[in-house]
């Protein structure tokens, strides 16, 4: 369709989601459309999985409540530790949480409990299940988070606490507050961004234990990777992967009708195939269910499932119809050289979109 035949760059220019927009920017930026699905136990997994995997991925897929020492901290716990992988990678976070509650319920449990899912994610996703009203909630739950953050970021300013440059959406500079020499993430952040995240603003981050270095990756991808946006996204669960799943035609096209009514919040869906069907249609597809045959092996043999319903597609079909991002867990975790890997399933599913917009 329309959008599958467009560059990343272009799409980045026409959407109109700030954080879709800066996703795209960073797919063209990092030559990736892979998104890892860190479905591990441990915090030091996790962290130890997104430090070493970062450099190939945009985004990197959380099921929080699969670790089982989460650190509930909001400034030196795994959420916010996380986040400053990401930032320092370049990747955004989505938290795979599949709210599927009333509007007050999840409201609830994106942005309080122990959580926090909000503080530290830059995605999530919803179960559209118990109606639209789940995507409404979501969506006003994320413009309250995000007007919150920003009288938080002013008033540390006002009271004197030298954070950083605040810069107006309107493009005025209103107070500009001089920033200390030893903090230049926070330099970063105010040159580009509007507003400070909070999770920049953490100075408690102890650098994990990484199998190796990326110091020289670093500057490299600064040169490039601008801080992301104070903004939320959500995805609508639309299609699924599993075998015999209870999605059909009929529930896909109610997300995309919700998903229309707040393209300010919803950047696009989890789908097996893009979900663009309007002229006016601009979102982003990402696709799980994706594994690649042994290295050695026939490039387009079939690939088996789980055994647990899990059904499994090559980058290169995903790709091919019309999705934008491919999203594997154990292709890469379990391998040999999960690093290595991770290479090899971004460079197919690069090759994969580089064809599809030719
Ligand atoms: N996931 C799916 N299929 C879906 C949806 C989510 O597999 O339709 I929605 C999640 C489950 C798991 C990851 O966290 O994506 C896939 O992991 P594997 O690549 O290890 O199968």
């Excluded at 026409?14 to 797919?27: N, W």
């Excluded at 699905?37 to 997104?50: E, G, I, K, M, P």
């Excluded at 989460?70 to 400034?75: F, G, I, L, R, V």
Aim: glycine share 6%; net charge negative; charged share 25%.
């Amino acid at each position: 369709n329309h959008v599958s035949e467009q560059s990343f760059e272009e799409r980045a220019t026409t959407t109109s989601h700030p954080l879709s927009s800066y996703l795209f920017r960073l797919m063209a930026l990092k030559k990736s459309n892979l998104c890892l699905s860190a479905d591990v136990s441990t915090t030091n997994q996790l962290l130890s999985l997104a430090d070493s995997i970062g450099p190939s991925i945009v985004v990197l897929k959380t099921h929080y409540d699969l670790i089982s020492n989460w650190d509930y901290n909001p400034t030196t716990g795994t959420g916010a530790r996380l986040a400053r992988i990401a930032r320092r990678h370049g990747f955004l976070i989505f938290e795979d949480r599949k709210f599927g509650d009333i509007g007050n319920t999840v409201q609830m449990q994106y942005t309080e409990g122990t959580a926090k899912i909000i503080e530290w994610s830059h995605i999530t996703n919803v179960n559209m299940i118990p109606g639209k009203a789940a995507v409404d909630a979501l969506a006003e739950a994320a413009i309250r988070w995000r007007e919150r953050k920003q009288y938080e970021v002013k008033t540390d300013i006002s009271v004197g606490t030298p954070r950083a440059e605040s810069i107006d959406s309107d493009g005025e500079d209103d107070t500009v507050t001089p920033i200390p020499e030893s903090n230049l993430e926070i330099e970063r952040a105010g040159r580009k961004a509007s507003i400070v995240s909070i999770t920049t603003v953490s100075q408690h981050f102890e650098p994990v234990n990484s199998p190796r270095s990326h110091e020289d990756y670093e500057e490299e991808v600064f040169e490039g990777i601008e801080e992301a946006p104070m903004d939320r996204g959500l995805l609508i669960l639309a299609q699924m992967s599993s075998k015999g799943n209870f999605m059909n035609a009929e529930y896909t096209s109610a997300c995309v009708e919700s998903a229309r009514e707040h393209q300010g919040y919803v950047m696009g869906f989890i789908a097996q195939e893009s979900l663009n069907r309007e002229p006016g249609d601009a979102f982003l597809n990402m696709t799980p269910g994706c594994q690649l045959p042994p290295e050695q092996d026939d490039e387009d043999a079939e690939i088996q499932g789980d055994g647990k319903g899990q059904q499994y597609n090559t980058p290169a079909k995903i790709i091919g119809l019309g999705n934008d991002i491919v999203i594997v867990g154990r292709g890469i975790i379990f391998a040999a050289d999960p690093v290595r890997e991770a290479e090899r399933y971004r460079r197919k599913a690069w090759e994969a979109y580089e064809e599809r917009i030719a």
